[in-house]
């Protein structure tokens, strides 16, 4: 029993993974209707971080697999195996991502392609998250094996995602339409709290022969409350100042971007916690 951060390196490669995924789109939507090129110069530069993110990302699932040996080993079922097909998607959107990033930084892709490989990168972030959210659908674990666990990862994406982009586009001094987006990551944290609601109701009809679902994390309700509390305040740092039609800060989107990481770090540990299987054993 626990909060589930002893699978710390899990938490912060899904987390951080599903950020990067929804910021690329947000990021690549912005670049496909820049008005000039100067403008696009500036979204690329800012993608920068993108990458180092989700190297962070990747450096944490290494670490849980124990040495990049394992994590090549993982590979080996490609088509077969959720993880390997986890690992495989998620590689080959850094590839493909990264690299478009690195040609476009140096000025030498040519715009019909430019566009064609980062609509790719971009479809192949939603394919990564998809695939994570396949690793847990595991019929011998009933708390993963539902349809909370899709809608939770894919709320990360909403939550996280477009708020890590405006905070780079920001930076760098490219407008875009903020309303939209915020819109979009409200209407993801109205789904999140409702999922939050809906599972925590069906914990206590799950159970093993030696193991109540709602008894793994002890302080599930009141860990829920404080993550809904730091995705509040983390998103009204972004709206906030677009309801009083002003650009929001930098360091208020940062700081944003902050709770509302801290909130969903939250919330995938409780997803770590909540592991257990059918029958008489309970891991977790």
Known sequence: MGNGWHEWPLVLFTVLGQCVAGALIVSGLC??????????KHIVRSMF??????????LASVMHLGSPLRALNSLNRVGASALSNEIASGSLFFAVGGFWWLVAFLDKM?????????LVSMILGVVFVWAMTNVYQIDTV?????GYTTTAFFMTVLLTGPLFAALLLRVVGVSFNAATFATISVLGLLICVAVIVLQGMSL???HSSVQQANSLVPDYGILQVW???LLTAGLGCWICPLIR???????????????????ELIGRGLF???HMTVGMAVAG
């Open 31 to 40: 670049w496909f209707t820049a008005k000039d090129d100067a403008a696009r």
């Open 49 to 58: 971080f993108l990458w180092v993110v989700m190297g962070v990302g990747f």
């Open 110 to 118: 040519p715009a019909t392609l430019g566009k064609i490989w980062l």
């Open 142 to 146: 009933p708390t993963w094996y539902n």
């Open 204 to 206: 206590g009809a799950i």
């Open 227 to 229: 993550r809904i509390m």
């Open 245 to 263: 039609r002003k650009d929001p800060h930098i360091a208020g989107l940062a700081l944003g971007l902050i709770l509302v990481l801290a909130g």
């Open 272 to 274: 770590y916690g909540l």
